[in-house]
């Protein structure tokens, strides 16, 4: 199994940056992609970005540019961050920490709790 922890949600205004973080530990070893999704009150959830065990990394539309994901492979913990710039009200969600590992050759997906960001006009 695998544990994520999120944190650095908030309320900001427009134009404002955060920063999330999402600590993966557990079963660690065979996660290749790790990943933020966003889901606002009303609408499906939403992919972010993606970043790979290679470093390869894939964006929204929406958020492209502003934007930026990265992690780090720590031997006992992974993490994974969302660096926010210029933010809009429209990022408003509950952002979500994805990883995903290979296990018999299936893809599993873990999620996190969720962290709450708020932009205000």
């Known amino acids: 199994q695998v544990q994520l922890v999120e944190s650095g949600g908030g309320l900001v205004q427009a134009g404002g940056s955060l920063r999330l973080s999402c600590a993966a530990s557990g079963i660690i070893f065979s996660i290749n992609v790790m990943g933020w999704y966003r889901q606002a009150p009303g609408k499906q959830r939403e992919l972010v970005a993606t970043?790979?065990?290679?470093?390869?990394?894939?964006?929204s539309d929406s958020v492209k540019g502003r934007f930026t994901i990265s992690r780090d492979n720590a031997q006992s913990t992974k993490y994974v961050y969302l660096e926010m710039n210029s933010l809009k009200p429209e990022d408003t969600a509950v952002y979500y920490c994805?990883?995903?590992?290979?296990?018999?050759?299936?893809?599993?997906?873990?999620w996190g709790q969720g962290t709450q960001v708020t932009v205000s006009s």
């Open positions: 970043i790979t065990s290679t470093g390869s990394t894939n964006y």
């Open positions: 994805n990883v995903r590992r290979v296990v018999l050759g299936n893809f599993v997906n873990y």
